[in-house]
């Protein structure tokens, strides 16, 4: 059975910081792009950050780079997102995902998600 269990969101102060952390099964985490979304009230849920599986490509939503940063951690099977010099806008439901699309292989997993609440 594939898990994604996410911790970390909380409530902060507008320029302060939180770090997400994603645990998954240990038979999908070194074949899966992962990445980050998140949904605000009222709006789309959209994609914030993205790592290869080899973890040297990364790829970020044009609001949050230079703030957040993806990485992957291979001993432990988890993902992480750090999060920097947060807005209020940032605030949002974030979610991990596991996803692998090759011709032998299409599929897409989703943690249960984390809230993140920047205000003052």
């Known amino acids: 059975q594939v898990q994604l269990v996410e911790s970390g969101g909380g409530l902060v102060q507008p320029g302060g910081s939180l770090r997400l952390s994603c645990a998954a099964s240990?038979?999908?985490?070194?074949?899966?792009?992962m990445g980050w979304y998140r949904q605000a009230p009222g709006k789309q849920r959209e994609l914030v950050a993205t790592i290869t599986t080899s973890g040297e490509t990364t790829n970020y939503l044009d609001s949050v780079k230079g703030r957040f940063t993806i990485s992957r951690d291979y001993a432990n099977n988890t993902v992480y997102l750090q999060m920097n010099s947060l807005k209020p806008e940032d605030t949002a439901v974030y979610y991990c995902?596991?996803?692998?699309?090759?011709?032998?292989?299409?599929?897409?997993?989703w943690g249960q998600g984390t809230q993140v609440t920047v205000s003052s």
């Open positions: 995902n596991a996803a692998r699309q090759t011709p032998g292989a299409n599929w897409r997993y």
């Open positions: 240990g038979s999908i985490f070194r074949i899966a792009v």
